[in-house]
C-alpha cells in the first residue's frame, strides 16, 4: 500500500484547506486511516481517523468541531477537510493506514509522504 497526501498550501487564519491521500493498492475493510500532523520544533500528534468501512470518527479535541475526516471508497482516498484554520495548526499532515483504532502513530505501519499546511495570522 503507497499513501499520497495532497492539499497542503499556505492560507490565511479563519481560511480553509482540504488535504486528500491516494491510497494505491488493496484496503481491507477493517483498515482505519489517519491524519496526524507535525507542527515545527515539535512531536506528530494525532489529529483525526476513521475506519476504512464505517463512519465512526474521532478526532483530537485541538481540531474538534473544526475538521472534517471523510472517505471515498470508490477512489481510494480519505480526506481531511480544515476549515477555521489557526496559526497552530501550521505544520506538515501525514495521512497513515493502520488496523487499529488508535491514535497512537505506532500503530499504523503505512505513511504518506507529508503534505506542508501553513496557516497565517
Known amino acids: 500500500v503507497q499513501l499520497q497526501a495532497s492539499g497542503g498550501g499556505l492560507v490565511q487564519a479563519g481560511g480553509s484547506l482540504k488535504l486528500s491521500c491516494a491510497a494505491s493498492?488493496?484496503?481491507?475493510?477493517?483498515?482505519?486511516m489517519a491524519w496526524f500532523r507535525r507542527a515545527p520544533g515539535k512531536e506528530r500528534e494525532f489529529v483525526a481517523l476513521?475506519?476504512?468501512?464505517?463512519?465512526?470518527?474521532l478526532y483530537a479535541d485541538s481540531v474538534k468541531g473544526r475538521f472534517a475526516i471523510s472517505r471515498d471508497n470508490a477512489k481510494n482516498t480519505v480526506y481531511l477537510q480544515m476549515n477555521n484554520l489557526k496559526p497552530e495548526d501550521t505544520g506538515v499532515y501525514f495521512c497513515?493506514?493502520?488496523?487499529?483504532?488508535?491514535?497512537?502513530?505506532?500503530?499504523?505501519?503505512?505513511w504518506g509522504q507529508g503534505t506542508l499546511v501553513t496557516v497565517s495570522s
Open positions: 476513521t475506519r476504512w468501512s464505517r463512519t465512526s470518527t
Open positions: 493498492g488493496r484496503i481491507y475493510s477493517s483498515a482505519v
Open positions: 497513515a493506514r493502520g488496523i487499529q483504532w488508535s491514535a497512537q502513530s505506532g500503530e499504523y505501519n503505512y
